[in-house]
């Protein structure tokens, strides 16, 4: 099974830039579709982006659509999201992912990385 560690996170102001990163060990990384989620206090889990096995092909949520980028380096096995323009309603526990069915559900989780933006 793959453990995923998520780093990254902080405070930034509305306007502001962070990328996360996601670790991946003990799986075949090179093979797996891999993404984020997120969870604002009070809501449910949402999906964020994904990205495929080849980073060929990548999906996101609307929401964050042409502000974030998802991208993989397989030689570290890890994967990242580049996040600009940041919006405090993109304040949440951000999630890397994996065990995909389709493009935007997923089964296995890392521990999530606090991203809180003020305004």
């Known amino acids: 099974q793959v453990q995923l560690v998520e780093s990254g996170g902080g405070l930034v102001q509305a306007g502001g830039s962070l990328r996360l990163s996601c670790a991946a060990s003990?799986?075949?990384?090179?093979?797996?579709?891999m993404g984020w989620f997120r969870q604002a206090p009070g809501k449910e889990r949402e999906f964020v982006a994904a990205i495929s096995w080849d980073g060929d092909s990548t999906y996101y949520a609307d929401s964050v659509k042409g502000r974030f980028a998802i991208s993989r380096d397989s030689a570290k096995n890890t994967v990242y999201l580049q996040m600009n323009s940041l919006k405090p309603e993109d304040t949440a526990v951000y999630y890397c992912?994996?065990?995909?069915?389709?493009?935007?559900?997923?089964?296995?989780w890392g521990q999530g990385t606090q991203v809180t933006v003020s305004s």
């Open positions: 003990g799986g075949a990384f090179s093979r797996l579709r």
């Open positions: 992912a994996t065990g995909f069915r389709g493009w935007s559900t997923a089964s296995s």
